[in-house]
């Protein structure tokens, strides 16, 4: 702001104009409480190819027989309004092991769309079908590794389109997709499958294990968001305390959240308490320098499907864990999301 009677240098006035015309309309507030998903013309939608690839660790990054080029799976959802005139934030959203749930990542992309926010929703098992189909298969052939390629893949994707503002961009993961919206936040990650590429400028990580270690712990310095249930067996609080600490050492701001009861998988199709599959809580991996992973009880290197099924069936507990969709826990989440969201969109 100019008082009356300043003078002010005319070059010094022209960058001042010109960087506000360049900045155009900012994106209003998220509200705490969001609109119901439901199909209305203000949000476009339709299915995006993602040139990725299929890492079984992040070691194999970069070699194509390795990791094999993979035409990637998604679906845009952009606010009808978005334009090169009036780019807009987006978050990406990775699935869990149960895959994409319309409850879930479909769902919240609508409701963020439909507040202006463009949203993308990655379907990394859909695109690797001849790799596996079942639940416990799936967990074996498509990694954390695999689901990181996807994520990249998709921030270089919006990255490139006018209507959306690359340096704006949320990565958002439930569960085992959580873990991987964590492991983006390490510099190390980044730097293997986006060398010259965006960062993504936030991390939200919901219900996900907390079960690896980088012993490269730079951060990209992209803040993260923990947010989990005390009714959840297969978050251990002071092993994600440990991943926190992690990257705060790193050089990121980790805020964790609990919620009082609330078991896993929230925001699912299911009413709880019903309890599922093994619990990946009591495991322990390890990844080096080079991205290799291994069990840091045994080390054992995790060096393939055979390996990992090995290194898994030896640290989960068959007991398992408790999901249960809880509505009330989920208008939390959002609020506590929205938060989130709104701090990192405002830079």
Not at 107 to 130: C, E, I, K, N
């Amino acid at each position: 702001m100019v008082s009356k009677g300043e003078v002010v240098p005319v070059r010094r006035f022209m960058l001042v104009l010109a960087a506000c015309l360049m900045a155009g309309p900012a994106l209003a507030e998220l509200p705490a409480a969001w609109p119901d998903a439901q199909s209305d013309d203000a949000v476009l939608i339709e299915p995006v190819a993602l040139a990725s690839s299929t890492p079984f660790t992040l070691a194999d990054v970069g070699d194509p027989d390795d990791a094999p080029p993979t035409e990637a799976a998604a679906a845009l959802f952009m606010p009808a309004d978005a334009s090169a005139d009036n780019p807009v934030p987006a978050v990406v959203l990775l699935h869990g092991a149960a895959g994409v749930l319309q409850t879930r990542e479909p769902a919240y992309a609508h409701q963020l769309a439909s507040l202006g926010v463009a949203a993308m929703v990655v379907d990394v098992f859909g695109a690797r079908r001849d790799l596996a189909t079942g639940f416990t298969d799936r967990l074996l052939n498509i990694t954390e590794a695999a689901m990181l390629a996807d994520a990249f893949a998709a921030l270089t994707y919006l990255d490139a389109l006018p209507q959306v503002d690359g340096d704006k961009v949320v990565l958002a993961g439930f569960s085992y997709g959580g873990m991987a919206a964590t492991y983006a936040a390490y510099e190390t990650v980044a730097e293997r499958l986006a060398p010259d590429g965006q960062r993504f400028a936030g991390h939200v990580a919901f219900y996900a294990p907390c079960i690896a270690s980088f012993e490269d712990n730079r951060a990209t310095g992209a803040p993260l968001l923990m947010l989990a249930g005390t009714g959840d067996a297969i978050v251990d609080p002071e092993r994600c305390s440990a991943v926190a600490s992690e990257l705060e050492d790193g050089g990121t701001d980790v805020t964790t959240v609990y919620y009082d009861g609330a078991y896993h998988q929230w925001d699912g199709r299911f009413a709880g308490p019903r309890a599922i599959g093994r619990n990946l809580a009591p495991c322990d991996f390890y990844v080096d320098d080079d991205g290799d992973v291994y069990d840091a009880g045994s080390w054992l290197p995790m060096s393939g499907p055979f390996m990992r099924k090995i290194i898994l069936g030896l640290c989960s507990d068959p007991d398992g864990y408790l999901i249960g969709r809880d509505d009330e826990i989920r208008e939390r989440a959002i609020s506590d999301w929205t938060r989130f969201l709104n701090a990192v969109f405002d830079g």
